[in-house]
């Protein structure tokens, strides 16, 4: 079954370290996202990308960094030089065209310790 | 500043009956809109839609509303069920490319089933 794959689901970080969170589709979808889920927030763009080799900063792209070497795969890294990274961190992908199919992983939680 | 609004964090509604989930605007350029149910600790799945071009949108027991005037939307949920206790997400597309540059989400509302 196609689907999105983020892992892993839950993940602890010593303050200061780099970590990368894995994001892979088999949907054949051009554009993947990032969010961040905070509580009591909605969910807020961190970077997309349309197309492989191409991606775009979000709202709050300060202290993450990504890549997309190929279609299925957009890893999230959270650098030591986000602030307050604890937090619920979603990938999703899209068609790129229109609204179809617009699908989300399950999420990773990472946690700051 | 939050283009996608939704005021109510969180609704309370006896098994059964009605639940009424609102949602407003400010970005007059939005012209599609999705609500995505959310449990805890899992991705967000995609509920219903309507386009800007339509003012009503059923499907089985969900129905959303859309008056472009007031700029508002609603999520009907008749006859409301205990699997319907989530978290309920307003989202729009940022911008006309039809959401490849990503979707703009409310702060959702928690909408608790009892029984």
């Known amino acids: 079954d196609g689907g999105i794959t983020q892992s892993p689901k839950y993940l602890f970080r010593k303050e200061g370290q780099n970590v990368t969170l894995s994001c892979e589709q088999n949907l054949n979808h051009d554009a993947m996202y990032w969010y961040r889920q905070d509580p009591g927030q909605g969910l807020r763009l961190i970077y997309y990308?349309?197309?492989?080799?191409?991606?775009q900063k979000g709202d709050i792209a300060e202290g993450y960094s990504v890549s997309r070497e190929k279609k299925e795969s957009f890893p999230l890294t959270v650098t030591s030089a986000q602030k307050n990274p604890t937090a619920f961190y979603l990938c999703?992908?899209?068609?790129?065209?229109?609204?179809?199919?617009?699908?989300f992983g399950s999420g990773t939680r990472l946690t700051v310790v | 500043d939050q283009q996608v609004k939704q005021n109510s964090p969180s609704l309370s509604v006896q098994e059964g009956r009605i639940s009424i989930l609102n949602c407003d605007y400010t970005n007059s350029m939005f012209d599609y809109f999705l609500w995505y149910k959310k449990y805890p600790a899992e991705g967000p799945t995609f509920l219903i839609s309507?386009?800007?071009?339509?003012d009503k949108n059923e499907d089985g027991r969900f129905t959303v509303f859309l008056n472009k005037s007031a700029k508002h939307l609603s999520l009907h949920i008749v006859p409301s069920q205990p699997g319907d206790s989530a978290v309920y997400f307003c989202?729009?597309?940022?911008?006309?490319?039809?959401?490849?540059?990503?979707?703009?989400f409310g702060k959702g509302t928690h909408l608790i089933i009892q029984p």
């Open positions: 990308s349309q197309i492989v080799n191409d991606f």
């Open positions: 309507i386009s800007s071009i339509k």
């Open positions: 999703a992908s899209s068609i790129g065209q229109g609204m179809t199919g617009y699908t």
């Open positions: 989202a729009a597309p940022d911008h006309s490319g039809g959401g490849a540059d990503g979707l703009t």
